[in-house]
T-cell receptor
């Protein structure tokens, strides 16, 4: 069964450094999402992406965040200058269409630790 | 303010019993509500979706109800097994700009005791 994959599984970085989290969505999916989950807290929406542009973003997704689909398969989240509070699990998700019953499929996550 | 609350942080039940988890929301009018399972260190896995005009949905041992008047959804696992132990999340769709984003509750950690 196709699945969303994410790399790396764990990323450790120093505060102020840039990180790029990578995701390979399911191949026939057109809608892509990033969520984050701070340890012990709820899953929070960051951004949705369709047709090579951001569809919607939350207030968390400020100027230090960016997303890109550099080729036909990868979907990346870049954090330009990491802060301690960016430490969290970051989940990528993809969906086939806008129809809500075509649910989002989540990847296993990347644990980001900012020191 | 908008809020989604799940009944308790943790719920322990005996194997074979029915687990009932609650999701309450305020100041939303979702057209859909979803339930996910999340295991430690893993991403959420979709379980069931229920529409606002559906009262109940079933899938194998799972049952979801949706009461838009009470602004509440109940999630039941019948004949629970230790393998059902996980965190269960409810999520509401907030449809804007033609795409859907999900607002998640904090989750209920279910432990089924053998």
């Amino acid at each position: 069964e196709p699945e969303v994959t994410q790399t790396p599984s764990h990323q450790v970085t120093q505060m102020g450094q840039e990180v790029i989290l990578r995701c390979v969505p399911i191949s026939n999916h057109l809608y892509f999402y990033w969520y984050r989950q701070i340890l012990g807290q709820k899953v929070e929406f960051l951004v949705s992406f369709y047709n090579n542009e951001i569809s919607e973003k939350s207030e968390i997704f400020d100027d230090q965040f960016s997303v890109e689909r550099p080729d036909g398969s990868n979907f990346t989240l870049k954090i330009r200058s990491t802060k301690l509070e960016d430490s969290a699990m970051y989940f990528c998700a993809s969906g086939k269409s806008r129809v809500i019953t075509d649910t989002q499929y989540f990847g296993p996550g990347t644990r980001l630790t900012v020191l | 303010s908008q809020k989604i609350e799940q009944n308790s942080e943790a719920l322990n039940i005996q194997e074979g019993k029915t687990a009932t988890l609650t999701c309450n929301y305020t100041n939303y009018s979702p057209a859909y509500l979803q339930w996910y399972r999340q295991d430690p260190g893993r991403g959420p896995v979709f379980l069931l979706l229920i529409r606002e005009n559906e009262k109940e949905k079933r899938k194998e041992r799972l049952k979801v109800t949706f009461d838009t008047t009470l602004k509440q959804s109940l999630f039941h696992i019948t004949a629970s097994q230790p393998a059902d132990s996980a965190t269960y999340l409810c999520a509401l769709d907030i449809a804007t700009s033609g795409t859907y984003k999900y607002i998640f509750g904090t989750g209920t950690r279910l432990k089924v005791l053998a």
